[in-house]
């Protein structure tokens, strides 16, 4: 299933609750991806009998890392669905417009800015029956990836 770039697209909590409620119905699994393996996830913790596996990663739905973290895998339920609505959003990236020589630039790497929110840093990707990824995130970059399907649902 074909990805397309989300970033900027969630920064706001009724953005996000949108997409979350399309995903509530679509996901099957949900994995968790834990940018400090040492310090266990809020998820992790609540949502526990969920797990259905865990591993050791250095690469995740495009992101590549030296060091190793832990992934998790969590059966989707309607309750950590409703857990993860308390969340402001993933994160929230602004794309900047600089004034250079009188002409706008946009999107400068230098000035764009990428926010945390109560999500935190640890990414996260939804998968629907057939293993397809719907949604998922580099957090701590701001940026992320949707599913055609999913994304057409967002316009309506």
Same mark, same amino acid.
């Given at each position: 299933m074909k990805l397309e770039d989300y970033t900027g697209k969630l920064n706001d909590h009724e953005s996000y609750l949108k997409v979350l409620k399309i995903l509530e119905e679509k996901t099957?699994? +949900?994995?968790? &991806?834990?940018?400090?393996?040492?310090? &266990?996830?809020? #998820?992790? /913790?609540?949502?526990? !009998?969920d797990i #259905?596996? !865990?591993? +050791?990663?250095?690469? =995740? =739905?495009?992101?590549? $890392? #030296?060091? !190793?973290?832990?992934?998790?895998? *969590?059966?989707? @339920? /309607?309750? +950590?669905?409703?857990?993860?609505? /308390?969340?402001?959003?993933?994160?929230?990236y602004y794309f900047s417009k600089r004034v250079i020589d009188n002409f706008y630039e946009s999107g400068s790497i230098l000035g764009d800015v990428c926010e945390s929110t109560d999500f935190g840093d640890d990414d996260i990707a939804f998968?629907?029956?057939?293993?397809? #990824?719907?949604?998922?995130?580099? @957090?701590?970059?701001?940026? *992320? $990836?949707? !599913?055609l399907e999913i994304k057409n649902e967002m316009k309506d």
């Open positions: 099957k699994y +949900i994995e968790l &991806v834990l940018r400090n393996k040492d310090i &266990v996830n809020e #998820i992790v /913790k609540k949502f526990k !009998s #259905i596996g !865990s591993k +050791i990663v250095t690469e =995740w =739905w495009g992101t590549k $890392m #030296i060091k !190793s973290t832990k992934l998790f895998r *969590i059966q989707a @339920t /309607k309750e +950590i669905f409703e857990f993860l609505r /308390k969340y402001e959003t993933f994160c929230k998968f629907d029956d057939l293993d397809n #990824i719907l949604l998922c995130t580099t @957090t701590h970059e701001g940026y *992320i $990836m949707i !599913s």
